[in-house]
Nanobody, 116 residues
């Protein structure tokens, strides 16, 4: 089984930036699409960014132009660069496979809090 560990969250003022990291215990990025998800209190977990094995990226409308998903296959690490953060971005952020396959077990995520 592959383990995924998120890090890099924190408290930031609106308009600020953060870079999240997701470390995978095995090399999977060449075979599986990967995504960043987020879940705010009382809301469902939503996919916000995805990258295919070939490097194609997609974003949900609310983060398009502000967030960038990338990967370093050799380091087995997925990244999410977040710029111009808004209070509505406040959530716990998770990484996981993104596609038709079943997700891996969810990790603890990393908290992102954006103050106004």
């Amino acid at each position: 089984q592959v383990q995924l560990v998120e890090s890099g969250g924190g408290l930031v003022q609106a308009g600020g930036s953060l870079r999240l990291s997701c470390a995978a215990s095995r090399s999977i990025f060449s075979s599986y699409g990967m995504g960043w998800y987020r879940q705010a209190p009382g809301k469902q977990r939503d996919l916000v960014a995805r990258i295919t094995p070939g490097g194609m990226t997609t974003y949900t409308m609310s983060v398009k132009g502000r967030f960038t998903i990338s990967r370093d296959t050799a380091k087995r690490t997925l990244y999410l660069e977040m710029n111009n953060l808004k209070p509505e971005d406040t959530a716990v952020y998770f990484c996981n496979v993104a596609g038709t396959s079943a997700p891996l077990p969810w990790g603890q995520g990393t908290q992102v809090t954006v103050s106004s």
